[in-house]
Structures are given as structure tokens and as C-alpha cells.
């Protein structure tokens, strides 16, 4: 069983690749009809995905949340599921995937990169506060990679980039609505990562905050992101010097979900080696 997920990981990066040069050739060349075809290879990336983490789980016993190769691969399935229902829901919405698509296949590639290997969930994991802490971290990457992609079209559509495509495009003011929602929506769903984790951290170590860099790292973004929401709700920002402030939060956000076990040790390394 173990060889047929990993071979399923393997078959949704290859498919998840292919979603990505059809949308960058979309945009190339302008073609709608490829456009489209992206959309409909990222479902079907979507649908070996969803099996390969479904057999996951039956082999461990547990979710997706146990080490890098588990962790990224769950990550980018939430984004992508979240970008398929409201690109279904939005249709105007839908050159946002030439941002998720791409950013996608570089997590899940660095997934299938890492060790697959089973190990026991350790018993602190095996806390309602963990769940918690997890799902909404992966609500939280998700809403705010879609909402700075709106964002990013806010200034493909103002620089009369992909004209075949932006004509199409809500208005701008529509654009950073969605932008401003999401990124509102993940906002939240940091701060209750951040808060769920502190519950668990003291379960399992004793103490709600030990200045750990994952720590650390998710609250810098949440605090960017904080910034984002107050410039915009109290000193009225718009547009694109917004969307390039939610794009270096969302940097920020990746790395301290993602990046953080790649370059320090800490206490969430076993957990994400």
C-alpha cells in the first residue's frame, strides 16, 4: 500500500505540473480554451491527491500532520481544493490559479522530496488542540495564498496585462474586496492556529510560549497581515501597494508554516524533519 500512495503523490505532481504550464501558456499566448484546460488538470491532480492522502491515512492510522513529507502535501491539497470550489463558484475568478497552481507544485514537490517514512504518532499528538492547531494553520495558508492572488490580479488588470483575459476580470474595487475577504478570513484563522498551538504547546511542554522560531515566524505574519487589515479598514489603502503587502505576508506566512524547519531547530522539528 505504501508503494501505490507514493506513487499516487508522485502522479499529482506530475499532474499539478502540467496544470501549471498550460496556465503560464494560457496567459503566453492568451488562450482561453488552455486557460480552461488547467482548471480541468488541476481536478484531476485534485482527485489523485485526494487518493494518495486517503491511502496515507489508512496506512498511519492518523491525518496528514506528521512530518514534512505529510504536512506539505495536506497544505497544498487545501489550497487547491479551496481554489477549484471558488473558482467553480466565480468563474471570473479563475486566472487566480496561475498563482496557486505554481506555488502548489513547489510545496508538494518539496513533499514527495522528503523522507516517506511511517514513524508512530507521538503521544502529544494525540490532543483535541493539535487537530485544531493544524487545520486551521492549513485554512489560514489557503485563504491567504487565494487572497493574494485577487490581489495580484489587481495589478495584472491595471497594467492591461493578458487583455484576453483581464477584460473579463471583476473591477478592481471587486477584486480587493475578495482579496480584502480572504485575507481577512485567514487572518483569523492564524490567530486561532497560533492560540490552539499555545493550549497544546503547554499539554505538551509545559509552557503556552517559548519563543520558539515557528512561533516566532507565525506571529510576524500574523501581525503583517494584522497591518494589511488596519491600513485598509482605517486608513482606507486599496489596490496594488495592498496586494504587494499581502504577497510579502504571505511569504512570511508560508515560511513559518513551511520554511521554518528547513533552516532552524526547534521544537516543532521533529514533527516537520
Not at 505540473?17 to 488562450?31: D, G, P
Not at 495584472?156 to 487583455?163: A, E, L, T
Not at 509552557?207 to 500574523?222: G, Q, R, T
Amino acid at each position: 500500500m505504501s508503494s501505490y500512495e507514493i506513487g499516487m503523490q508522485w502522479a499529482a505532481v506530475g499532474i499539478y505540473a502540467l496544470s501549471t504550464v498550460l496556465f503560464i501558456a494560457a496567459f503566453v499566448w492568451e488562450k482561453d480554451a488552455w486557460l480552461k484546460w488547467a482548471v480541468r488538470v488541476a481536478v484531476a491532480g485534485l482527485i489523485v491527491h485526494t487518493g494518495a492522502l486517503a491511502l496515507r491515512w489508512a496506512i498511519t492510522g492518523h491525518g496528514p500532520y506528521m512530518r514534512r513529507y505529510e504536512v506539505f502535501s495536506s497544505n497544498v491539497w487545501v489550497a487547491v481544493l479551496m481554489y477549484i470550489v471558488v473558482q467553480w463558484r466565480f468563474p471570473r475568478l479563475r486566472m487566480a490559479g496561475g498563482l496557486v497552481m505554481p506555488v502548489s507544485l513547489l510545496v508538494i514537490g518539496f513533499a514527495v522530496m522528503a523522507s516517506p517514512e511511517i514513524r508512530p504518532l507521538p503521544e502529544s499528538f494525540k490532543t483535541f488542540w493539535l487537530i485544531v492547531h493544524i487545520y486551521f494553520a492549513k485554512l489560514a495558508y489557503g485563504s491567504c495564498l487565494l487572497g493574494t492572488a485577487f490581489g495580484l490580479l489587481i495589478i495584472v488588470k491595471n497594467k492591461g496585462w493578458f487583455q484576453t483575459f483581464t477584460g473579463r476580470l471583476p473591477d478592481s474595487e471587486v477584486l480587493d474586496e475578495y482579496s480584502y475577504k480572504f485575507i481577512a478570513f485567514g487572518f483569523f484563522m492564524i490567530g486561532i492556529m497560533i492560540a490552539a498551538g499555545a493550549i497544546w504547546a503547554n499539554n505538551a511542554w509545559g509552557s503556552y510560549w517559548a519563543w520558539d522560531p515557528v512561533e516566532i515566524w507565525s506571529l510576524i505574519s500574523w501581525m503583517l497581515f494584522g497591518v494589511y487589515l488596519h491600513l485598509r479598514r482605517v486608513h482606507g489603502w486599496r489596490g496594488e501597494k495592498m496586494a504587494w503587502l499581502a504577497l510579502v505576508s504571505l511569504i512570511i506566512l508560508i515560511f513559518a508554516i513551511m520554511g521554518v524547519g528547513l533552516f532552524y531547530l526547534s521544537q516543532h522539528s521533529p514533527y516537520l524533519s
